[in-house]
Protein backbone atom coordinates (compact mmCIF):
# COMPACT_ATOMS: atom_id res chain seq x y z
CA UNK A 1 0.00 0.00 0.00
CA UNK A 2 1.52 3.31 -0.94
CA UNK A 3 2.50 5.87 1.85
CA UNK A 4 -0.45 9.11 1.99
CA UNK A 5 0.91 12.03 3.44
CA UNK A 6 -2.50 12.69 5.40
CA UNK A 7 -3.62 15.41 7.79
CA UNK A 8 -4.20 13.78 11.44
CA UNK A 9 -8.41 13.28 10.70
CA UNK A 10 -6.92 10.16 8.33
CA UNK A 11 -10.17 8.23 6.94
CA UNK A 12 -7.52 5.58 5.29
CA UNK A 13 -5.82 2.63 6.30
CA UNK A 14 -1.78 3.75 6.25
CA UNK A 15 0.40 6.99 7.54
CA UNK A 16 -0.62 10.26 7.93
CA UNK A 17 -1.12 12.25 4.32
CA UNK A 18 0.12 15.63 5.12
CA UNK A 19 2.31 17.57 7.79
CA UNK A 20 1.30 21.13 7.31
CA UNK A 21 3.49 23.88 7.50
CA UNK A 22 6.72 22.15 8.08
CA UNK A 23 9.62 25.02 7.97
CA UNK A 24 12.45 22.81 8.11
CA UNK A 25 13.28 19.76 6.38
CA UNK A 26 11.09 16.71 7.84
CA UNK A 27 12.35 13.17 7.24
CA UNK A 28 9.95 10.47 8.40
CA UNK A 29 9.45 6.37 7.65
CA UNK A 30 6.64 4.67 7.62
CA UNK A 31 6.13 0.69 8.37
CA UNK A 32 3.03 -1.38 7.26
CA UNK A 33 2.00 -4.82 8.28
CA UNK A 34 -1.10 -6.91 6.69
CA UNK A 35 -2.14 -10.05 7.39
CA UNK A 36 -5.54 -11.93 6.70
CA UNK A 37 -7.59 -14.89 8.67
CA UNK A 38 -10.81 -16.27 8.19
CA UNK A 39 -13.36 -17.46 10.77
CA UNK A 40 -15.74 -20.38 9.83
CA UNK A 41 -18.91 -21.09 11.58
CA UNK A 42 -21.71 -23.68 10.51
CA UNK A 43 -24.17 -26.49 11.54
CA UNK A 44 -23.65 -30.07 11.88
CA UNK A 45 -24.96 -33.43 10.71
CA UNK A 46 -26.10 -33.97 7.36
CA UNK A 47 -27.35 -30.49 7.05
CA UNK A 48 -23.94 -29.13 7.67
CA UNK A 49 -23.28 -25.71 6.48
CA UNK A 50 -20.46 -22.81 6.97
CA UNK A 51 -19.72 -19.57 5.92
CA UNK A 52 -16.04 -18.30 6.23
CA UNK A 53 -15.82 -14.39 7.30
CA UNK A 54 -12.14 -13.31 5.93
CA UNK A 55 -10.53 -10.44 8.01
CA UNK A 56 -7.85 -8.21 7.10
CA UNK A 57 -5.70 -6.63 9.69
CA UNK A 58 -3.63 -3.85 8.72
CA UNK A 59 -0.85 -2.72 11.17
CA UNK A 60 1.27 0.85 10.87
CA UNK A 61 3.90 2.88 12.60
CA UNK A 62 5.02 6.51 11.78
CA UNK A 63 7.75 8.13 13.03
CA UNK A 64 8.61 12.08 12.09
CA UNK A 65 12.24 14.36 13.11
CA UNK A 66 12.98 17.45 11.91
CA UNK A 67 16.18 18.65 12.89
CA UNK A 68 17.26 15.86 14.30
CA UNK A 69 14.56 15.72 17.30
CA UNK A 70 11.67 13.20 17.16
CA UNK A 71 8.34 15.95 16.74
CA UNK A 72 6.03 12.97 15.68
CA UNK A 73 5.06 9.96 15.94
CA UNK A 74 1.79 7.71 15.27
CA UNK A 75 0.11 3.95 15.35
CA UNK A 76 -2.55 2.06 14.33
CA UNK A 77 -4.31 -1.05 13.99
CA UNK A 78 -7.12 -1.48 11.13
CA UNK A 79 -9.82 -4.43 10.62
CA UNK A 80 -11.73 -5.09 6.81
CA UNK A 81 -14.51 -7.07 6.77
CA UNK A 82 -15.29 -8.45 3.42
CA UNK A 83 -19.51 -8.69 3.77
CA UNK A 84 -20.11 -9.53 0.41
CA UNK A 85 -18.47 -9.14 -3.29
CA UNK A 86 -19.18 -5.73 -3.26
CA UNK A 87 -19.64 -4.53 0.11
CA UNK A 88 -16.94 -4.44 3.13
CA UNK A 89 -16.74 -2.66 6.70
CA UNK A 90 -13.36 -1.27 7.95
CA UNK A 91 -12.94 -0.17 11.83
CA UNK A 92 -9.50 1.54 12.38
CA UNK A 93 -8.06 3.02 15.82
CA UNK A 94 -5.20 5.20 15.99
CA UNK A 95 -3.14 7.08 18.21
CA UNK A 96 -0.83 10.36 17.26
CA UNK A 97 1.28 12.55 19.06
CA UNK A 98 3.36 15.76 17.88
CA UNK A 99 4.89 18.26 20.58
CA UNK A 100 1.52 19.99 21.05
CA UNK A 101 -1.46 17.23 21.45
CA UNK A 102 -2.37 13.73 21.67
CA UNK A 103 -5.00 11.95 19.34
CA UNK A 104 -6.56 9.12 19.82
CA UNK A 105 -8.77 8.21 16.82
CA UNK A 106 -11.74 5.90 16.38
CA UNK A 107 -12.64 5.54 12.16
CA UNK A 108 -15.64 3.29 10.67
CA UNK A 109 -16.37 3.49 7.26
CA UNK A 110 -17.95 1.38 4.59
CA UNK A 111 -17.09 0.74 1.11
CA UNK A 112 -18.97 -0.66 -2.18
CA UNK A 113 -17.56 -1.84 -5.01
CA UNK A 114 -20.06 -0.90 -7.41
CA UNK A 115 -18.49 -2.72 -10.52
CA UNK A 116 -18.84 -5.88 -8.61
CA UNK A 117 -22.73 -5.07 -9.08
CA UNK A 118 -22.69 -5.53 -13.18
CA UNK A 119 -19.82 -8.05 -13.13
CA UNK A 120 -17.55 -5.05 -14.58
CA UNK A 121 -13.70 -5.72 -15.19
CA UNK A 122 -12.91 -2.10 -14.31
CA UNK A 123 -13.11 -0.84 -10.39
CA UNK A 124 -15.44 1.53 -9.81
CA UNK A 125 -15.29 2.52 -5.65
CA UNK A 126 -17.34 4.58 -3.26
CA UNK A 127 -16.00 5.01 0.26
CA UNK A 128 -18.02 6.35 3.04
CA UNK A 129 -16.37 7.53 6.24
CA UNK A 130 -17.25 8.23 9.95
CA UNK A 131 -14.54 9.23 12.39
CA UNK A 132 -13.77 10.59 16.25
CA UNK A 133 -10.80 12.14 16.98
CA UNK A 134 -10.29 13.15 20.85
CA UNK A 135 -7.59 15.52 21.64
CA UNK A 136 -5.79 15.77 24.48
CA UNK A 137 -2.62 17.99 25.82
CA UNK A 138 0.56 16.69 25.95
CA UNK A 139 2.53 19.97 26.63
CA UNK A 140 -0.31 22.30 26.10
CA UNK A 141 -0.80 24.92 28.30
CA UNK A 142 -3.80 25.33 31.26
CA UNK A 143 -5.80 27.68 29.28
CA UNK A 144 -4.96 25.25 26.25
CA UNK A 145 -6.23 22.40 28.24
CA UNK A 146 -9.86 24.22 28.57
CA UNK A 147 -10.44 24.60 25.18
CA UNK A 148 -9.55 21.14 23.89
CA UNK A 149 -12.43 19.76 21.56
CA UNK A 150 -13.19 16.48 20.17
CA UNK A 151 -13.42 16.17 16.11
CA UNK A 152 -15.44 14.16 14.18
CA UNK A 153 -14.91 13.88 10.33
CA UNK A 154 -17.50 12.75 7.76
CA UNK A 155 -15.69 11.40 4.47
CA UNK A 156 -16.45 10.89 0.94
CA UNK A 157 -14.31 8.94 -1.72
CA UNK A 158 -14.67 7.91 -5.39
CA UNK A 159 -12.22 5.72 -7.34
CA UNK A 160 -12.91 5.01 -11.21
CA UNK A 161 -10.65 2.94 -13.46
CA UNK A 162 -10.27 4.48 -16.44
CA UNK A 163 -8.82 0.88 -17.90
CA UNK A 164 -6.56 -1.65 -16.52
CA UNK A 165 -3.50 0.55 -15.55
CA UNK A 166 -4.78 3.90 -14.91
CA UNK A 167 -7.19 4.77 -12.61
CA UNK A 168 -8.70 8.47 -11.22
CA UNK A 169 -10.07 9.00 -7.49
CA UNK A 170 -11.02 12.05 -5.64
CA UNK A 171 -12.48 12.63 -1.66
CA UNK A 172 -14.07 14.99 0.35
CA UNK A 173 -13.86 15.69 4.08
CA UNK A 174 -16.16 17.28 6.33
CA UNK A 175 -14.74 18.52 9.66
CA UNK A 176 -16.91 19.43 13.11
CA UNK A 177 -15.84 19.94 16.55
CA UNK A 178 -17.33 19.72 20.25
CA UNK A 179 -16.04 23.19 20.68
CA UNK A 180 -15.71 26.05 18.61
CA UNK A 181 -11.86 25.83 18.07
CA UNK A 182 -10.95 29.18 16.54
CA UNK A 183 -9.70 30.54 19.72
CA UNK A 184 -7.31 27.39 20.69
CA UNK A 185 -6.08 27.87 16.91
CA UNK A 186 -5.27 31.43 17.94
CA UNK A 187 -3.66 30.51 21.14
CA UNK A 188 -1.34 27.68 19.29
CA UNK A 189 -0.63 30.48 16.73
CA UNK A 190 0.42 33.34 19.29
CA UNK A 191 2.17 31.16 21.50
CA UNK A 192 6.03 31.64 21.87
CA UNK A 193 6.79 28.47 23.11
CA UNK A 194 8.85 26.93 20.26
CA UNK A 195 7.02 24.36 18.49
CA UNK A 196 8.08 21.96 16.19
CA UNK A 197 6.00 22.30 12.45
CA UNK A 198 4.57 18.88 12.37
CA UNK A 199 2.58 20.44 15.13
CA UNK A 200 1.31 22.34 12.65
CA UNK A 201 -0.79 19.72 11.42
CA UNK A 202 -2.86 18.82 14.42
CA UNK A 203 -3.18 22.36 15.45
CA UNK A 204 -4.87 23.96 12.31
CA UNK A 205 -8.22 22.29 13.26
CA UNK A 206 -9.50 21.34 9.28
CA UNK A 207 -12.60 23.02 8.48
CA UNK A 208 -13.15 21.07 5.27
CA UNK A 209 -10.49 19.47 2.33
CA UNK A 210 -10.67 17.71 -1.03
CA UNK A 211 -8.32 15.08 -2.80
CA UNK A 212 -8.09 14.85 -6.50
CA UNK A 213 -5.79 12.16 -7.74
CA UNK A 214 -4.71 9.33 -10.20
CA UNK A 215 -3.09 6.14 -10.53
CA UNK A 216 -0.57 4.33 -13.36
CA UNK A 217 0.27 0.97 -13.23
CA UNK A 218 3.96 1.89 -15.37
CA UNK A 219 4.53 -1.69 -15.04
CA UNK A 220 3.72 -4.88 -13.36
CA UNK A 221 5.76 -3.62 -10.63
CA UNK A 222 6.06 0.12 -10.63
CA UNK A 223 2.64 1.56 -9.76
CA UNK A 224 2.45 5.72 -9.69
CA UNK A 225 0.37 8.13 -7.76
CA UNK A 226 -0.20 11.63 -8.14
CA UNK A 227 -2.36 13.73 -6.18
CA UNK A 228 -3.56 17.32 -5.24
CA UNK A 229 -5.30 18.38 -2.33
CA UNK A 230 -6.69 21.54 -0.79
CA UNK A 231 -7.50 22.37 3.21
CA UNK A 232 -9.59 24.63 4.68
CA UNK A 233 -8.81 25.78 8.54
CA UNK A 234 -11.13 27.12 10.93
CA UNK A 235 -9.24 30.16 10.59
CA UNK A 236 -9.78 30.33 6.85
CA UNK A 237 -5.94 29.51 5.70
CA UNK A 238 -5.66 27.17 2.56
CA UNK A 239 -3.00 24.07 2.71
CA UNK A 240 -2.47 23.17 -0.53
CA UNK A 241 -0.58 19.81 -1.42
CA UNK A 242 0.82 18.61 -4.16
CA UNK A 243 2.33 14.89 -4.24
CA UNK A 244 4.10 12.29 -6.20
CA UNK A 245 4.75 8.94 -4.85
CA UNK A 246 6.37 5.64 -6.86
CA UNK A 247 5.37 2.09 -5.38
CA UNK A 248 7.97 -0.71 -6.40
CA UNK A 249 6.86 -4.14 -5.40
CA UNK A 250 10.42 -5.80 -3.92
CA UNK A 251 8.97 -9.00 -3.86
CA UNK A 252 5.18 -10.70 -4.01
CA UNK A 253 5.42 -9.86 -0.07
CA UNK A 254 7.41 -6.66 -0.08
CA UNK A 255 7.06 -2.79 -1.42
CA UNK A 256 8.70 0.27 -1.20
CA UNK A 257 7.30 3.80 -1.92
CA UNK A 258 8.93 7.16 -1.91
CA UNK A 259 6.68 10.16 -2.28
CA UNK A 260 7.49 13.96 -2.73
CA UNK A 261 4.99 16.72 -1.48
CA UNK A 262 5.23 20.03 -1.87
CA UNK A 263 3.02 22.19 0.84
CA UNK A 264 1.94 25.48 0.15
CA UNK A 265 -0.24 27.17 2.92
CA UNK A 266 -1.93 30.96 2.73
CA UNK A 267 -1.48 33.71 5.25
CA UNK A 268 -4.08 33.82 8.01
CA UNK A 269 -5.37 38.16 8.68
CA UNK A 270 -6.06 39.35 11.54
CA UNK A 271 -9.78 40.92 11.62
CA UNK A 272 -8.45 44.18 12.01
CA UNK A 273 -5.75 44.50 9.38
CA UNK A 274 -2.25 43.12 9.41
CA UNK A 275 -0.87 39.28 9.19
CA UNK A 276 -1.21 37.02 11.64
CA UNK A 277 -0.05 33.81 10.30
CA UNK A 278 2.81 34.07 7.18
CA UNK A 279 2.30 32.48 4.36
CA UNK A 280 4.79 29.62 3.87
CA UNK A 281 6.10 26.84 1.73
CA UNK A 282 7.94 23.68 2.00
CA UNK A 283 8.14 20.33 0.48
CA UNK A 284 8.88 16.41 2.50
CA UNK A 285 10.10 13.59 1.26
CA UNK A 286 9.18 10.45 2.38
CA UNK A 287 9.53 6.88 2.37
CA UNK A 288 7.44 3.40 3.13
CA UNK A 289 8.26 -0.14 3.62
CA UNK A 290 5.29 -2.60 3.23
CA UNK A 291 5.09 -6.24 4.25
CA UNK A 292 2.38 -8.58 3.33
CA UNK A 293 1.69 -11.58 5.16
CA UNK A 294 0.21 -14.72 3.50
Given at each position: ?16 R ?36 P ?10 R ?30 Q ?53 D ?31 V ?112
Amino acid sequence: MPLHLLSPAVPAIGCPRQLAALQLALASTCAQAQSSISYRVGTGAGDYRSQAWPVQLDADLLQARESGAKVMGQYGLSVAWPLAPAWSLRYRWSNQKDTVFTVDGHDIGVTLRADKLWAGELETRVDLGMALFDYSGRNATAAQSLLLPDQRRHSLGLRQDINKTLGVYATYDQYQYSRDPVALARLLANSRRPRAGAAYALASFASHGRTAGMTWAATDTLDIDISWGRTHTVLRQQQDVARIAATLSATRNASVTLAYSDNRNSAVQKPAGGTFIAADRSSALDLSLAWVFD
